[in-house]
């Protein structure tokens, strides 16, 4: 059995890649809705603006959905409409006082839009079956709506064309409720003329936006990004992703980062979750049922200080493997005295960043947005002459760690990272009982990558290996 000896090496040489733009964000669509309803954001027990609030977290994007037409909200509390435009050109001001980019997520819909409901707005049902017109009718709705808004300053940074649009895009009612339906011609333009109404918009206004694609799930975007392409929707510079672990496990955060780092490779597009949460607690504080209902092994049971680490766990996963960002869906959505179609108070209190009693959490999941994802590593220098070294087994992919250990319960992390410096996984090492620490960590990575060991905050040492 052939084994590769390595001697160990300092983290001197190694370095993170700092990436051009980074974002991390918030969908903050529910805030104004929330404010009618009465409901009064705090810190420390002092009333703050929430925009203020998630800004001086670090948010650098606020996320907004936009509705053609959402009449459904007529009957509904006080019969205000929120997520239409007027709406959102008052959360647009706010989020650009506040000094946040925007993303404007055109639904393309009078109600939510999903991976099993894209519905077509009634303003366009009469010509659902005729793309050519259906077409334009999306090209002068999304073409109008960026100049409206460039005339009053409130043009946004970044136009998602669509949402979670695994399915085809503006379905009849009945073709809707037949269950999966993709006509990829059909998709394809009525995609392309959303796209060509951004792009034109921005050349009228010399003022440049990004285009996104957004769908549900990572483990579809490979196929689904395969059609675009096959089908000639190319025109765009994101990928957007919804990443939730109650509704896409078994895939992890690790998997997640692979296939962000696939499909940037692939298709050389930016990549960036667009859509996810994590509860930090299984208690509800109205009758509206709750949408999320699980946690993950190793970030349970549902805490604030889970939550806070499942998102930056993830969101240092998407920045090591070049991903522009990660937007949070809703942190500001708790309960109050309102109505939704289903129910009295908020669907996602329990995954929101404030307490029950609308207090910001203290090292809760806000603190995600602002952590230094650069610099996030909090190893320290290794001892001069730290005599450790590392063996692996190609044949039985066992990567062994000799040298001392004090005790048979002593433990140390082995971080695996690209030769940039990137972290890829980690793996704990526990001492074999005769002086030397032992492990085994089974991989499918191929090349070469560099593995340091970590006891109590000190590197041990490191070392390249080629898988």
Avoid at 397 to 423: H, K
């Amino acid at each position: 059995m052939r084994v590769l000896i390595l001697v160990l090496a300092t983290l001197s040489n190694l370095c993170l890649t700092a990436q051009s733009e980074f974002l991390t964000g918030a969908d903050l669509s529910y805030v104004n809705e929330m404010e009618d309803c009465g409901v009064t954001y705090k810190v420390d027990n002092e009333e703050k603006d929430p925009y203020e609030i998630f800004a001086d977290a670090g948010t650098g994007m606020v996320r907004l959905r936009l509705w053609h037409t959402p009449a459904w909200y007529d009957t509904l509390n006080a019969g205000r409409r929120y997520s239409d435009l007027n709406d959102v050109k008052k959360s647009i001001g706010r989020a650009k006082a506040a000094g946040m980019q925007v993303l404007l997520d055109f639904h393309l819909t009078d109600f939510w839009a999903d991976p099993s409901r894209q519905i077509v707005p009634a303003a366009w049902a009469e010509v659902v079956d005729d793309t050519e017109v259906l077409g334009d009718s999306v090209y002068n709705y999304v073409n109008s709506t960026l100049l409206e808004l460039h005339a009053e300053g409130l043009l946004p940074d970044m136009v998602q064309v669509g949402n979670e649009t695994n399915k085809g895009i503006l379905q009849s009612e009945v073709a809707d409720a037949s269950g999966f339906v993709l006509d990829w011609p059909r998709n394809a333009a009525l995609f392309n003329r959303g796209i060509k109404a951004v792009r034109d918009a921005s050349a009228e206004a010399e003022t440049p936006i990004k285009v996104a694609l957004h769908v549900a799930g990572p483990e579809n975007a490979g196929w689904l990004f395969a059609g675009f392409k096959e089908h000639g929707v190319t025109d765009f510079d994101v990928i957007g992703l919804s990443y939730y672990w109650a509704w896409h496990q078994p895939t992890t955060i690790q998997r997640t980062g692979q296939i962000i780092a696939d499909l940037k490779r692939t298709y050389s597009k930016e990549v960036m979750i667009f859509e996810t949460g994590y509860i930090w607690t299984m208690d509800s504080n109205d009758s509206a049922d709750n949408i999320i209902g699980s946690v993950q092994s190793g970030y349970a049971p549902a805490t604030t200080e889970n939550q806070r680490q499942w998102l930056i766990d993830l969101t240092q996963e998407v920045y090591d493997r070049g991903g522009l960002g990660v937007l949070y869906w809703e942190p500001a959505w708790v309960s109050s005295t309102c109505f939704t179609p289903w129910g009295q108070g908020s669907h996602q209190e329990h995954a929101a960043f404030f307490d029950f009693d609308t207090n910001l959490h203290e090292r809760g999941g806000a603190d995600f947005l602002g952590y230094d994802y650069q610099n996030s590593t909090s190893v320290t220098t290794p001892a001069d002459g730290a005599p450790y070294r590392f063996t692996y087994q190609p044949e039985v992919r066992d990567i062994w760690m000799m040298g001392p250990s004090e005790n048979s319960a002593q433990a140390v992390e082995l971080l695996i990272t690209d030769t940039l410096g990137r972290r890829i996984e980690s793996v704990t090492l526990t001492a074999r009982g005769d002086g030397a620490f032992a492990g085994r960590y089974r991989t499918d990575l191929r090349g070469t990558f560099v593995v340091t060991a970590v006891l109590e905050g000190q590197v041990l040492g490191s070392g390249l290996l080629i898988f």
